[in-house]
């Protein structure tokens, strides 16, 4: 069955420290991986995408990395701010097949 | 250069009434996707619909959900006789076609209460 699992569910950090997010697929056929970022009460944004022959993403401070051969990406976030308080959402394409989604990590960045 | 938008942003109705939901895609964009998002829930793909072809049907829940597109643009999900675990936020994507990994764009939802 076509799964992304992230991890971890909810994540609490001081502002202006770093942070992973976890995200495990086992979509089959692999087309790409998207992370978006949802804040509350408004629809997802894309913030990277990778295929199959990348390694990693940058947008910002935020940092995607991918492993299609253990089928795990992580997004790196970087000297957080409180405005990355949102739900990180892992996406996986299979080409022609709809795109499978994680349920979200959920971060809150604190003063 | 508006976005992908939607309406009614919120929506409460009575279990048993019918909702129609509407979705303004990005102008050019010919693929246009519908999901619902519930409460600690991933998003769950409901339809797709590209250009003049058949549209995508194999995510809807039962055969009280419905949509169309008219004219290629603008979308309308119908959700006939509400039940309360239709509650949820509906969102609508859309996508400009031509490269294979193009981005979707997303609406902000409208969120569903059925009482």
């Known amino acids: 069955k076509n799964q992304v699992e992230q991890s971890p569910q909810s994540l609490i950090i001081l502002e202006g420290k770093n942070c992973t997010l976890q995200?495990?697929?086992?979509?089959?056929?692999?087309?790409?991986l998207r992370w978006y970022k949802q804040d509350t009460g408004r629809g997802p944004v894309s913030l990277t995408i990778?295929?199959?022959?990348?390694n990693t993403k940058s947008n910002g401070r935020y940092t995607a990395t991918l492993d299609a051969d253990t089928k795990q990406s992580s997004l790196h976030i970087t000297a957080s701010q409180l405005s990355d308080s949102a739900s990180y959402i892992c996406v996986v394409g299979g080409g022609n097949t709809p795109l499978v989604f994680g349920k979200g990590t959920r971060l809150s960045v604190i003063a | 250069g508006a976005g992908v938008s939607q309406s009614p942003s919120n929506k409460v109705t009575e279990k048993g009434k019918d909702v129609e939901l509407r979705c303004d895609p990005i102008s050019g964009h010919t693929a246009l996707y519908w999901y619902r998002q519930s409460l600690g829930q991933g998003l769950e793909f409901l339809i797709y619909?590209?250009?003049?072809?058949?549209?995508?049907k194999s995510g809807l829940p039962s055969d009280r959900f419905s949509a169309e597109r008219t004219g290629g643009s603008v979308s309308t999900l119908t959700i006939q006789r509400t039940q309360q675990e239709d509650s949820a936020v509906y969102l609508c994507?859309?996508?400009?076609?031509?490269?294979?990994?193009?981005?979707?764009?997303f609406g902000p939802g409208t969120r569903l209460l059925v009482l």
């Open positions: 994507a859309s996508r400009r076609m031509g490269q294979r990994e193009e981005t979707q764009y």
């Open positions: 990778m295929t199959f022959s990348e």
């Open positions: 619909f590209q250009g003049n072809s058949a549209p995508d």
């Open positions: 995200c495990n697929y086992t979509v089959s056929p692999f087309s790409n």
